[in-house]
């Protein structure tokens, strides 16, 4: 695989600058450097590959997500993945309007763990935040249309033991083509962990959906591992 396609790839994950400044880490918006590897993130997904260009380092600022060590070797089949998610209908995309800021009691996830103990047992679940009342966005909220399509934020690819977006698996479908390569799951622990792929010499870390018991959820496809 040439540099440019790595570069081509590479870019395809890197946060819009407008959105890296607000969060005051202009670097996500650009190529950056984790020990021998070179790495770009939309903060959803890391991907990274052998180092192949000079970049502002960034091995600290990772440290707690990445690199993981493999602890499994799962090949993912990408073909009824990409025919669930071709089924979906998209919907429309908005922005927010400018007076309009991200909730710090969620940092925009739109959804907080609560915790209740009763008779010596501790009970959890992910819900909409209260503060935001799940927008992820507080003060003079407006949605704005921007022409992006999008999909319904109940639908998701279940692998192993979490939970995947369609932008999610579509992002991770879409190296795999550009490389020719397979997919294979190679590090999974906990629900709400990280999950760690691996696609030729590259690796992309994906953040799962926060799930919870709602009925409206929708599991369009499953990978059990």
């Not at 639908?155 to 033991?161: L, W």
């Not at 691996?198 to 591992?225: F, Q, S, T």
């Amino acid at each position: 695989m040439t540099n440019d396609l790595k570069l081509e790839v590479l870019q395809k994950f890197m946060t819009p600058k407008e959105e890296a400044e607000e969060r005051g880490r202009v670097w996500l918006s650009e190529l950056f450097s984790i020990a021998d590897k070179t790495a770009a993130t939309n903060s959803v997904c890391l991907i990274a590959f052998p180092k192949f260009t000079e970049s502002i380092d960034k091995t600290e600022a990772t440290r707690e997500v990445y690199p993981l060590q493999r602890n499994m070797n799962a090949k993912i089949d990408p073909k009824p993945i990409k025919k669930a998610i071709s089924k979906l209908k998209h919907i429309e995309g908005y922005s927010y309007s400018e007076n309009a800021k991200k909730c710090s009691a969620c940092d925009g996830q739109c959804e907080v763990e609560y915790e209740f103990s009763h008779g010596g047992e501790t009970y959890k679940a992910i819900l909409d935040c209260p503060v935001c009342d799940g927008e992820g966005m507080t003060g003079d909220v407006v949605k704005i249309p921007n022409g992006k399509k999008i999909y319904e934020n109940n639908i998701f690819i279940m692998i192993g033991n979490s939970y995947f977006s369609p932008e999610v698996m579509n992002d991770i479908i879409f190296v795999a083509e550009k490389m020719n390569k397979e997919i294979y799951l190679v590090n999974q622990s906990t629900r709400m962990a990280p999950s760690l792929f691996a696609i030729g010499d590259a690796e992309i870390l994906a953040m799962p959906c926060a799930v919870w018991e709602r009925e409206d959820n929708k599991v369009i496809h499953k990978v059990n591992i």
